[in-house]
Structure formats: structure tokens, C-alpha cells
């Protein structure tokens, strides 16, 4: 049976790292930008959750409506006024950039909400739901369930909006896309909005189950490096992949050599898939 | 390119006088800012001249620090202690560089940012050898006064950062520097013509890691504690990088004085603002990049630095 739970729990993790990876992954694969700040908005996001549940008693689930929009106006503005300007400029430009940028609002949350961790607790808690002594959640669930729905979402939005397939002629030649009549730099400020607004509700979700801190953004960020190099660089699928691997990796890893090896062991798959297959499990040039 | 050498030679020189005009805390400012140009300069080796955006001197340096830390816990004097990281430090990062430089741009990124993550968490779990997360003490290493202490480490890192920049002016002048700067325009091309990049790479990476290491570890005699949050910080990767992008992309002198100076910024913050401190960091990132892409070099040596832009 606690195989059974490892491997359930596994799965119910492997949706949220996908979902915290995603955004992360459109970024880098459409703009070509490694984006640091992307642990401090999702951090911000739970700020955003836990604010609304402490003030006004509003589920976090209600919250994702309205952290949709606010991000997306957050992530455009940051990538039209600030980034827009070096992204031509070497890997090390863009990075040191976007952590710089990282620093100010990691700075902001500590200064604003405090370094202490806080917990947003639903009243009366939800339980949890066990089938053959498998226990999971229920709020677990929901939030796994909310990510994977995102997840579909932005699929579907790459995959049938006209911006969407915008998004990917980008992605895949952005000479041509020039070509073909696309407005690449409203097309690169669009998908960053889009990656702040999938970190923010990542962020809210994350807010049901983990405590908040603008301390764990890094820890955040790793998450996403390793999910996106193990799936596969900018696909949904991808992200999807590389989420359930790391999770599984790290539950069976700490049952098997003790949690406090789980971060090295998911490191050091990082830097193996990095060498020996960079493109990730699912990867492909394309994005979908 | 002579010129500016000799000038970073007079500017070290002026900082060793640094002990005539001030007192204990001159000094503490004095050796951090010799740690500081250690890093700066040595990060230029990898990442201006080769042109690989290396985020792993965290990793040597915590990894300089422990290897001189543990072995002072087990009664080795200070000078081979130091020694054995320099060399440790030298080999680890040319076979890990002979494997991590065959990645490029972002990926080789990662692949170094995470190094720092794999050592970090290394000491972290090695409890019996380095403490883990409670950290490590090392012994006093000197029963003399707090003055003849300071004189001794401000010195001593002087020393080092000496070593690091004659290194650096020779490297720059040899052949391998100039097959580092043939690896950074065109590696393809580098190759074509026989020119064995995988052996440059990891030298350079070496070169790269090894002064760090040293300094790392008289970092850690110097405060007589280290923990793994601590010197594994990624601080430490990226304030060298600030550093030089300050100074100028892929000049020596520009790396020291952009250290220099980013000492004198931080020390500032810190003092004053210490709740903001990182903020007020970022938004000197920031500004930098958007301002002044290529540097306070830039400023006056434009012409003379025209290989920088290129970085």
C-alpha cells in the first residue's frame, strides 16, 4: 500500500510542478529568456490568495479569475518597458536582468508581508478522501485538479486561438513569423503576460497546500528549471512530462535513500538530462 | 591592452597601502574587496574571455571554504589547507568543466547554476564531515591581537588577488587566451582549425575556479564559521557577474575596479538601508544593464575595448 500512496502522491505533485513549469517554459521558448522572476510571482500569487481568504473569506479558486488579468497586465508591462530592451542581447544580459528584477520584488514581499511563513487554513478544513487505504486531500485534489484544467487551457489557447498560433510561429521561426505579418514584439510582451498570469495562478493553487513565503521563491524556481529540462523545452506535454518524472523521482528517491537526498538526486538528473538528452523526454522544435 | 594592465597593477598596489591610512574596519572593507576583485576577476576568465555564462562560483567557493575548513578542524595549518583547495578545486572543475562546457548558452547556465545547488545540498547531508546546516566551526587560527588578525587576512587576500590578476594578464597574452577568445567569437570555426576547445575550456575553467576556492577558504579562516546557505550562496555566482558587467565585459582592470565599486555601493546600502538592501541591489542591476550595457570602461576606453562589445 505505501507504494500505491508514493506513486498517488507522486502523480497529485507531478500536475502542480507541471503547472508551476509551465509559464516558465513558454517564456524560455518563446522569447528566449530564462525568466528568474518566475518563483517570486508565484509566491506573490499565494500573497494574492492568502490576502483574499484572510480579508474576505474568498476561496482561492474564486481568487484565479482575478489573478488571470492582474498578472497578465504585470508580466506585459515588465517585458514591453524592461525586458523588450535586452532581448537581443547575450543569455548573460537577459539573466542578470530578470534576476535583478527578482531581487526588487523579492525585496518588496519581505518588506510588505514579513519574512514569517504563513498558512492559508480553510474552515472548516475539507479532509481528505481515502480509497483502499490510499489517503489523498481533498484540497490536494482540488488544487491538482484546477492545475490540470490550466494546463488544458493554455493547450487549448496555443492550439486554436489566433494568438495562440501566433505564440508558436514565433516560436518556431521568428523570421518568418516577421514575414507572415506577426508583430513579434507584441506577440514576446503577450506571452510573457501569459507566463505571469500562468505563475500567478500557480501561485494560488500552491497557497492551498504549501506555506508562503517570499523565501520559497527560489525553491519555486528550481522546480521549474528541472521540470522544463527534464520534459522538454516549451510544450505543454512536455512540462507535463517532466513534472510527473521529477515528482516521481523525488517520492520514490526519498522512500528509497532518505528526503534529505531528494533535492540532490533531482539536481543530478537535471545536469544527466542536460547532457545526455537536452531536448527533455517529449522535446521537439516545435511548440504543439 | 598593455596599459591597462600596468593600471591594474598600480591600482592593486595603491590598495595595499590601504593599512597606512585606516583602522580594523578599513581593513575588514579592504579584504572584502580584495575577495570580491578574487572573484570578479577569475569569473572573467570563464565568462569574458570564453564567453560561457558560468553561475558556478558559489560552487568553488563554498567548496574552497569546506575543503580548508574541514581540514583545519583536523589540525592541518593554514597555508597547505588553502593549498589543497586550490589544487582540489583546479582538478574538480576541469573534469566537470571537460563534461559541462560541451553545453552552451542557457543550457551550460543551468547546468553550472545548479551545481551550486547539488555541493550545497552535499554539505548539507555530509553531517559527520562538514556539520550539515548547523554549520561548521573552525579554529582561531592566529592567539595574536584583533589588529595583527586583520593585517594578516587583508594580506593574505591581497596575495591571492595578486596571484588571481598576474594570472589573468598571463592568460590573456598566451596562447590559451587566445584560443579562449578564438572559442568565444566562432567555437565551430575554433575547432575547424585544430585548435583543441574541450582542453582550452576546461583550463579556463579551472583557472576560473581554483583562485576562487583559495579565496574561499581564507574567506572561511577569516570568520572562523561557515554553514552551506552561507558560502553556497548564489550571491556569490552573481555579484562577480555584476561586478564585471560594471567594469566592462572581458577587461581585467574593469573587473577590479567594477568589484571595487560594488563594494563601496554595497557597504553604503547595507549601512544605511539594510531592509531594502537587496532591492536596492536589483535596482542597481537594473539599471546598469539598461544604462550602461558595456560598462564604466565603455565610458572613456571605448575604442580600446572594442573586443568587449562582442561578449
Known amino acids: 500500500m505505501l507504494a500505491a500512496q508514493i506513486i498517488i502522491n507522486a502523480l497529485v505533485l507531478g500536475c502542480l510542478y507541471a503547472c508551476i513549469a509551465i509559464g516558465f517554459s513558454l517564456v524560455w521558448g518563446v522569447l528566449n529568456v530564462i525568466n528568474l522572476i518566475h518563483g517570486s510571482i508565484i509566491v506573490l500569487g499565494?500573497?494574492?490568495?492568502?490576502?483574499?481568504?484572510?480579508?474576505?473569506?474568498?476561496?482561492?479558486?474564486?481568487?484565479?479569475?482575478?489573478?488571470?488579468?492582474?498578472?497578465?497586465?504585470?508580466?506585459?508591462?515588465?517585458?514591453?518597458?524592461?525586458?523588450?530592451?535586452?532581448?537581443?542581447?547575450?543569455?548573460?544580459?537577459?539573466?542578470?536582468?530578470?534576476?535583478?528584477?527578482?531581487?526588487?520584488?523579492?525585496?518588496?514581499?519581505?518588506?510588505?508581508?514579513?519574512?514569517?511563513?504563513?498558512?492559508?487554513?480553510?474552515?472548516?478544513?475539507?479532509?481528505?478522501?481515502?480509497?483502499?487505504?490510499?489517503?489523498?486531500?481533498?484540497?490536494?485534489?482540488?488544487?491538482?485538479?484546477?492545475?490540470?484544467?490550466?494546463?488544458?487551457?493554455?493547450?487549448?489557447?496555443?492550439?486554436?486561438?489566433?494568438?495562440?498560433?501566433?505564440?508558436?510561429?514565433?516560436?518556431?521561426?521568428?523570421d518568418a513569423a516577421i514575414l507572415m505579418g506577426v508583430d513579434v514584439r507584441s506577440i514576446y510582451a503577450i506571452a510573457f503576460g501569459i507566463g505571469a498570469a500562468l505563475a500567478g495562478c500557480a501561485g494560488v493553487l500552491m497557497a492551498l497546500i504549501f506555506p508562503i513565503s517570499a523565501l520559497t521563491s527560489s525553491s519555486y524556481l528550481d522546480k521549474a528549471f528541472v521540470v522544463c529540462v527534464l520534459g522538454g523545452l516549451g510544450s505543454v506535454s512536455g512540462a507535463l512530462a517532466g513534472g510527473l518524472l521529477l515528482a516521481l523521482v523525488e517520492g520514490i528517491g526519498s522512500a528509497a535513500i532518505g528526503p534529505a537526498y531528494a533535492t540532490t538526486l533531482s539536481f543530478a538528473l537535471l545536469i544527466v538530462f542536460l547532457l545526455f538528452r537536452p531536448q527533455g523526454l517529449l522535446g521537439r522544435k516545435g511548440f504543439e | 591592452?598593455?596599459?591597462?594592465?600596468?593600471?591594474?597593477?598600480?591600482?592593486?598596489?595603491?590598495?595595499?597601502?590601504?593599512?597606512?591610512?585606516?583602522?580594523?574596519?578599513?581593513?575588514?572593507?579592504?579584504?572584502?574587496?580584495?575577495?570580491?576583485?578574487?572573484?570578479?576577476?577569475?569569473?572573467?576568465?570563464?565568462?569574458?574571455?570564453?564567453?560561457?555564462?558560468?553561475?558556478?562560483?558559489?560552487?568553488?567557493?563554498?567548496?574552497?571554504?569546506?575543503?580548508?575548513?574541514?581540514?583545519?578542524?583536523?589540525?592541518?595549518?593554514?597555508?597547505?589547507?588553502?593549498?589543497?583547495?586550490?589544487?582540489?578545486?583546479?582538478?574538480?572543475?576541469?573534469?566537470?568543466?571537460?563534461?559541462?562546457?560541451?553545453?552552451?548558452?542557457?543550457?551550460?547556465?543551468?547546468?553550472?547554476?545548479?551545481?551550486v545547488g547539488v555541493l550545497r545540498e552535499l554539505a548539507n547531508n555530509a553531517t559527520d564531515l562538514t556539520g550539515g546546516g548547523m554549520g561548521l566551526n573552525i579554529p582561531l587560527a592566529s592567539g595574536s591581537s584583533i589588529m595583527a588578525d586583520a593585517l594578516f587576512f587583508f594580506y593574505g587576500m591581497w596575495g591571492l588577488l595578486l596571484a588571481t590578476a598576474l594570472m589573468v594578464i598571463i592568460v590573456s597574452a598566451s596562447k590559451l587566451g587566445f584560443g579562449l577568445v578564438c572559442i568565444r567569437q566562432n567555437e565551430t570555426a575554433a575547432n575547424m582549425i585544430g585548435l583543441n576547445a574541450t582542453l582550452y575550456k576546461s583550463i579556463a575553467f579551472g583557472l576560473s575556479a581554483c583562485f576562487v576556492a583559495a579565496a574561499g577558504g581564507l574567506y572561511a579562516a577569516w570568520v572562523h564559521y561557515i554553514d552551506p546557505s552561507d558560502v553556497f550562496d548564489i550571491l556569490y555566482s552573481v555579484k562577480p557577474i555584476v561586478m564585471t558587467l560594471m567594469g566592462g565585459l572581458g577587461s581585467p582592470l574593469g573587473a577590479a575596479c567594477g568589484a571595487f565599486l560594488y563594494l563601496v555601493l554595497e557597504e553604503v546600502v547595507w549601512r544605511n538601508y539594510i531592509q531594502i538592501h537587496s532591492g536596492v541591489l536589483g535596482v542597481l542591476i537594473v539599471a546598469l544593464l539598461l544604462l550602461l550595457p558595456h560598462g564604466l570602461v565603455s565610458l572613456r576606453f571605448r575604442n580600446f575595448w572594442r573586443k568587449a562589445k562582442h561578449v
Open chain 1, 46 to 174: 499565494a500573497y494574492l490568495a492568502w490576502g483574499a481568504y484572510q480579508s474576505m473569506a474568498i476561496s482561492p479558486w474564486y481568487v484565479l479569475p482575478v489573478a488571470v488579468p492582474v498578472f497578465f497586465v504585470f508580466g506585459y508591462l515588465l517585458q514591453r518597458l524592461l525586458l523588450n530592451r535586452v532581448l537581443h542581447a547575450p543569455v548573460l544580459v537577459t539573466l542578470t536582468l530578470t534576476f535583478g528584477l527578482d531581487l526588487i520584488l523579492n525585496n518588496a514581499m519581505i518588506y510588505f508581508f514579513k519574512a514569517d511563513y504563513r498558512k492559508l487554513t480553510l474552515k472548516p478544513p475539507m479532509g481528505s478522501v481515502s480509497l483502499f487505504h490510499v489517503v489523498v486531500p481533498v484540497d490536494r485534489l482540488i488544487a491538482t485538479v484546477l492545475a490540470l484544467a490550466l494546463t488544458g487551457l493554455l493547450y487549448l489557447l496555443l492550439r486554436h486561438s489566433r494568438i495562440g498560433r501566433a505564440i508558436v510561429a514565433v516560436r518556431l521561426d521568428r
Open chain 2, 1 to 115: 591592452m598593455k596599459r591597462a594592465n600596468l593600471a591594474l597593477l598600480i591600482v592593486l598596489a595603491c590598495v595595499a597601502a590601504l593599512p597606512l591610512v585606516g583602522g580594523a574596519y578599513a581593513l575588514r572593507l579592504g579584504t572584502m574587496a580584495c575577495m570580491y576583485a578574487i572573484l570578479a576577476l577569475s569569473w572573467n576568465v570563464v565568462g569574458g574571455l570564453a564567453g560561457y555564462p558560468s553561475f558556478a562560483t558559489a560552487a568553488f567557493f563554498g567548496f574552497g571554504a569546506y575543503v580548508t575548513g574541514v581540514l583545519l578542524n583536523a589540525g592541518v595549518p593554514l597555508t597547505p589547507s588553502i593549498l589543497a583547495a586550490f589544487i582540489g578545486s583546479f582538478v574538480l572543475a576541469g573534469l566537470l568543466g571537460a563534461v559541462l562546457l560541451r553545453l552552451r548558452g542557457h543550457y551550460f547556465a543551468i547546468a553550472s547554476l545548479s551545481l
